[in-house]
Nanobody
């Protein structure tokens, strides 16, 4: 099937930047929507940003102006540039990909982002 492989997490000081990358492996799908979600300890998973194949974006209010999602449609990869990071951005970040014709929804294994104060 499909696996979403994430990279780019790590430890950074407040005010710093990180870039997350997500690339699918396995069966080829042209995903209609790709995005990032995050889950902090003791909290529910929440949307960070999504980007559809038409170029429309959706951001959580908490990251608007600081995070930018982009996509390479030819490679089916999605990037999340995170600037001006805050300690409250600390979470496990998950890549997500949705294929509308089949209704299939895929998740990556998650990558840890830790922002120290």
């Amino acid at each position: 099937q499909v696996q979403l492989v994430e990279s780019g997490g790590g430890l950074v000081q407040a005010g710093g930047s990180l870039r997350l990358s997500c690339a699918p492996s396995g069966r080829a799908f042209s995903f209609n929507v790709m995005g990032w979600y995050r889950q902090a300890p003791g909290k529910q998973r929440e949307l960070v940003a999504t980007l559809d194949s038409g170029g429309s974006t959706n951001y959580a209010d908490s990251v608007k102006g600081r995070f930018t999602i982009s996509r390479d449609n030819a490679k089916n990869t999605v990037l999340l540039q995170m600037n001006s990071l805050k300690p409250e951005d600390t979470a496990v970040y998950y890549c997500n990909a949705y294929h509308r014709p089949s209704g299939l929804n895929f998740w990556g294994q998650g990558t840890q982002v830790t922002v120290s104060s």
